[in-house]
């Protein structure tokens, strides 16, 4: 399992060389992210492509709706073993059921290694990564952000 980060450095290293944000580090309680698991990863990014160009509510009924369709957490080869319509009844429009498993059949071929995620670099992991319909630059940073918690990422998508 992956180290959790040293918030607390961060946020003296801040305090040291970015005064101005001294008033948001007094008002907010250090960050509590933890890295997940290996066995969650491929549901988060899974999560990433479901919720695009959705409200919250939305995407977390269909998430849930997923899970209980083809199990919690959520892995690779159960999104192989259904059809694409089968995900469609679930509520993912075609296009999204497409992303869906063609991501799923890249993990299970080992074109895609989610479970030496937390061992490879950010942009090995990008790498493999940015080449699955459905997952953007923006979605693949904010899954090394949240969770692998690599500290040394910024989503570009957010200047």
Not at 95 to 119: M, N, P, R
Request: glycine share 6%; hydrophobic share 45%; with cysteine.
């Amino acid at each position: 399992m992956l180290k959790t980060p040293d918030w607390a450095a961060g946020a003296e290293y801040l305090r040291e060389h970015a005064p101005e944000l001294i008033p948001l580090i007094d008002r907010f309680p250090v960050c509590e992210l933890k890295p997940e698991p290996k066995e969650k990863y491929f549901g988060t990014l899974v999560t990433g492509i479901v919720s695009q160009q959705l409200p919250p509510d939305v995407s977390l009924q269909l998430l849930e709706k997923l899970g209980k369709f083809l199990g919690n957490p959520l892995q690779p080869q159960a999104v192989v073993e259904v059809s694409i319509e089968a995900l469609c009844e679930q509520g993912l429009v075609k296009q999204k059921a497409e992303y869906l498993k063609s991501f799923a059949e890249a993990a299970v071929a080992g074109q895609v290694t989610i479970e030496k995620f937390s061992e490879m670099t950010d942009a090995e992991i990008t790498k493999q990564l940015v080449q699955i319909r459905g997952l953007g630059q923006w979605t693949i940073e904010m899954f090394l952000l949240l969770a692998l918690c690599r500290t040394d990422v910024v989503p570009s998508a957010d200047f």
